[in-house]
Every structure is written in C-alpha cells, then in structure tokens.
C-alpha cells in the first residue's frame, strides 16, 4: 500500500517562504510523477505544480509561477515545493499526489495516491 505524508505547512507573513515536502513509500518511487494541489476554504482543489519521473521537467500553475519550485530527491523518496513571496491567497490545504506514471500532468485524474494535506495560512 502507497502512502505519502506532507509536512512542512504553518503560518507566514506575507511576503515569506515556507517549503512543502512530501514523503512517499510503499511504491517505486522515482518511478512516478508527483504533483501538488492545494484547496482554499470553500473552492474546489486546484492544480499547483508536477514534477516527471526524473526531476527533469516540471510544469506549474499560473498563479504561482515564478514564486514556487516543485523538485524531487528520489533517493529520499522525497518531493518538495519551495514557495517565496507567499500572498493570502495562497492560503489554503496543500496536498501531495503521486502520479499513476513517469510523465508530469496538471489533471487530477492521473493521480491514485494523495496524502491527507498541510494547511498554509498567509496572513500578517
């Protein structure tokens, strides 16, 4: 059986960073792509970011581009995502999902495995 555990989640300040990180087992893990979603309070989940298989490629949503960096340690079973410059809105449950293949994907439905979430709340 697959689980995956984020930690890393807590209260900043606009303006500040926090890093996500997700640990797999129980599965090949470097075999997979993983992904992040986050849901705020009252909306619907949301795509974040995804990484491929290897590390090698990585795709993200708009509305955190050039602020978040999702990367992967496959030697620790580990994915992580640097997020800088945090707004409010950033606010929300962020979540870890392990991919049904190598190949990174922005859909929900390509993802079989998804952990119980951190909350991140940006506020001053």
């Known amino acids: 059986q697959v689980h995956v555990v984020e930690s890393g989640g807590g209260l900043v300040q606009p303006g500040g960073s926090l890093r996500l990180s997700c640990a797999a087992s129980g599965r090949t893990f470097s075999a997979y792509a993983m992904g992040w979603f986050r849901q705020a309070p009252g909306k619907e989940r949301l795509f974040i970011a995804t990484?491929?298989?290897?590390?090698?490629?990585?795709y993200y949503a708009d509305s955190v581009k050039g602020r978040f960096t999702i990367s992967r340690d496959n030697a620790k079973n580990t994915v992580y995502l640097q997020m800088n410059s945090l707004k409010p809105e950033d606010t929300a449950v962020y979540y870890c999902?392990?991919?049904?293949?190598?190949?990174?994907?922005?859909?929900?439905?390509?993802?079989?495995?998804w952990g119980q979430g951190t909350q991140v709340t940006v506020s001053s």
């Open positions: 999902a392990v991919a049904k293949t190598g190949w990174e994907s922005s859909g929900q439905n390509e993802y079989d495995t």
């Open positions: 990484i491929n298989w290897s590390g090698a490629r990585t």
